[in-house]
């Protein structure tokens, strides 16, 4: 499982920019906290030798899965959520871990930790009610 500042990062498949080259269907891992993008471990090296070879050849776009086989299961069992499930939900499952965290937290009097979770437990809060706001 892979984290961010706290949070279970989701995996999806996304478009990323390197140079010129767009490459989409990259797997990928995104935070619903702090929105950083990271190319998903298990595909790293795939997608570095994928984007010097197509931008030394001038491409403009690529598709990742034309030139990689994605078959491993390693690479969805990383994640605890993926984009192709509920926003709502996915957002809720961050916040259930990071309350237990908090919890756990309180237990050992890790006062810099509860205040981070804190931190993220608003920024997720906010998140929620956006959400909620859009399906009414």
Known sequence: MSFCCGASMIGMKGTL???????????????????????????????EILAEYAHGDGAAEIDFRDYVDESDKALHENCINHDNEDDLQIVQNQIDMALDLLSFAKAIHDEEWQEQLKRRLAV??????????RRT
């Not at 997720?124 to 706001?133: A, N, Q, V």
């Open 17 to 47: 920019k390197h140079y010129r080259t767009r490459i989409h269907n990259v797997p990928i891992l995104f935070c619903p906290v702090c929105h950083r993008v990271e190319v998903h471990y298990l595909v790293e090296s795939e997608y």
């Open 124 to 133: 997720l809060s906010r998140r929620r009610s956006k959400l909620l706001t």
